[in-house]
């Protein structure tokens, strides 16, 4: 069980990695979108229409590209959040079964020293210590 533990940490910690690396494409797209959007109003302002279509073609680019990571980084979140709950499950029932083990370990000392007291006093023969102190009292 532990090792499975081990594996989804590894799994989780990979996944987030991905997941970083793809918010970083997805900034550095929306990044570039908008920054195409602001030369294409430059571009307009100075009067240079072709520069500024041009500028938005490339801007559409950058933005549906954005659009497209986007909806895989989202996508990707979903996967994070079923695998951190799985691992806190996963996490939990190891905490159970350690638990059992402990509860059934105390169990079968308290047994073990349950059985050992019965034999001693088993082993005790009372009647003749009662019978010794009988006869000392009819002595006395």
């Known amino acids: 069980m532990n090792d499975?533990?081990?594996?989804?940490?590894?799994a989780t910690a990979q996944v987030l990695a991905s997941q970083k690396q793809l918010e970083n494409k997805?900034?550095?797209?929306?990044?570039a979108s908008e920054d195409w959007y602001k030369r294409a109003q430059l571009a307009?302002?100075?009067g240079e229409e072709e520069l500024a279509r041009e500028a938005l073609k490339?801007?559409?680019?950058?933005?549906d590209n954005a659009a497209?990571?986007?909806a895989q980084l989202d996508q990707?979140?979903?996967v994070v959040e079923s695998l951190v709950a799985n691992s806190r499950l996963l996490e939990s029932k190891i905490q159970e079964a350690k638990s059992k083990k402990d509860t059934l370990k105390a169990r079968a000392q308290s047994a073990k020293t349950a059985t050992k007291v019965s034999e001693m006093l088993g082993s005790v023969n009372t009647?003749?210590?009662l019978s010794a102190f009988e006869k000392m009292e009819e002595k006395g």
Do not use: H, N, T, V
Request: net charge positive; no cysteine.
């Open 76 to 78: 990707q979140k979903g």
């Open 26 to 31: 997805y900034k550095a797209a929306q990044q």
């Open 68 to 70: 497209a990571l986007k």
């Open 58 to 63: 490339r801007r559409k680019s950058y933005a």
């Open 44 to 46: 307009l302002g100075k």
């Open 127 to 129: 009647s003749s210590a």
């Open 4 to 10: 499975d533990l081990i594996k989804m940490r590894q």
